[in-house]
């Protein structure tokens, strides 16, 4: 029997229905995740016809293990983006059949040994794109390439050092179309390396390395050293005991380069390596094959090579009983209950993907060339298969973090706000955890599951402490998976859920926007005409959380108001100087280094400051970010970079 297919108008239009009038979340649904084929035919109505496809799918998971969740359990989960939502790749790709496509959102690539060849190079750049073929953002570190000038035993006679293989690495990906959007690519490197600071300065010259995001992992060596002015011993090999090459430098002076460069253009972002691999429950597996290398392209999951994962994002919002209101609370039970249930999901989401990949495999035995063209993507996909197998890595995160707290009458950026966030964090990461040992009394652990490697890590040694019983099941049962929690952007994620994105505050509850309008139509408003002659109708919207505060607290939300109204609102509201632009910075760190504590992957932050900021901000920022206890950090100065969000004055 044929498969009805709808046309984008109709598609558009139940969804529009279906989002109470927002065309941008109907837009975006319709465009990114509704499932196509490759001729452009739309198999989706609405998003009600992708959470059935979605509950249906991991209910059939479900059925091999004890405790089958049904299908309906699983929609009512999923329904109206409310509680559990998959982000990204496992919202498009699972049972989808119209697409050969991963289901994982990031991977971390790196060939084992020595990797500093041309082979090993040039291996790595077909990986890349092999990966991002099927919808996957990649990054990988380039800390094993020997510095420039370095002698090689070709016709070059001496190196080029890492610049050019950032340029390679960085088109490679300007190349992969997957649907519409590009490749995502994350390049690191170690503050050791020799070339670091020619890494450090890639970006700056206008049109280089726009394919990827690059950040610089900062040992806590190289930190004391920046603050206290001291010189600081750059080598190759970098964990070599006999380097082959090494300098001292200035650490500040280097510093106070990374801090210029990201305050003038928004990167690098820095690592915290150290805190990354000392916390990683991963590494505790290191010799076995779980050795953190990268980050993927947001650096919210650190990863060791050829180790992938799958996203998912809690609804926080939709815990808040009564919210804007006096009598709000948050339902801690209920909440307890959809923890341990979505990491239940992650888990299947893991099956589902190794069925995904075992069908990557039957098309790339079935292309027509021969084994020396698709032998390296057979082997990738077979080191990725294992990989994801053996660890079973999960991660559960969060979207709404800014309107939970809003609703709560809590103001983002204060102490009392950050101390329900913590509770509200441990709280994830206990249930993830219960409920991953759980699984392993149903399903089985993870196939090298060891507690005497874990018993020094910090993380598990929280658990340990917060809830010694849970720790004493863990090393009696396992756990289903190596490690299990994130946090990241949640960027379309946030437009369906109709919600501030990821742990972020609320960009604004008020801005502008235009559209496009034909000038000689009836009833029109022209209120601005670009430098093309084009001309834009300017409408208000409204943050749809904002609307809702206005509506409970009385004020009319069709009213057209003037600047100086909106500002009056905004002043009232749980979001006043609770936005991207006036938030306490400094405070936001410092809640991030808070939570991360409660993470066992890493955090997705971008801190927003406006456009006249000086240098020592930023410095301050990354400074504390580094003795918070944070994984990483970026900024972001309004106006830095061409093409990402830009505020306009009233």
Sequence with gaps: MEKKTDSYDEAYNASLEYFKGDELAARVWVNKYAVKDSFGNIYEKSPEDMHWRIANEVARVEAKYPNALSSQELFDLLDHFKYIVPQGSPMTGIGNDYQIASLSNCFVIGLDGSADSYGAIIRIDEEQVQLMKRRGGVGHDLSHIRPKGSPVKNSALTSTGLVPFMERYSNSTREVAQDGRRGALMLSVSIKHPDSESFIDAKMTEGKVTGANVSVKLDDEFMQAAVEGKPYTQQYPIDSPNPMVSKEIDASALWKKIVHNAWKSAEPGVLFWDTIIRESVPDCYADLGFRTVSTNPCGEIPLCPYDSCRLLAINLYSYVVNPFTPEAYFDFDLFKKHVALAQRIMDDIIDLELEKIERILEKIDSDPESMEVKGSERHLWEKIYHKSGLGRRTGVGITAEGDMLAAMGLRYGTEEATEFSEKVHKTIALEAYRSSVNMAKERGAFEIYDAEREKNNPFINRLKEADPELYEEMKKYGRRNIACLTIAPTGTTSLMTQTTSGIEPVFMPVYKRRRKVNPNDANVHVDFVDETGDAFEEYVVFHHKFLTWMKING???????????????????????????????????????????????????????????????VNQLYVEAWRSGCKGCTVYRDGSRAGVLISTKK
């Design 555 to 617: 004020y009319d939300p069709d009213k057209r108001y003037t600047q100086e109204e909106i500002d009056e609102l905004v002043a009232k509201s749980p979001y006043y100087r609770a936005t991207s632009n006036d938030v306490d910075w400094l405070m936001k760190v410092k809640m991030q280094g808070r939570i991360q504590k409660w993470v066992d992957h890493s955090i997705s932050v971008t801190i927003n400051l406006p456009n006249n900021v000086s240098e020592d901000l």
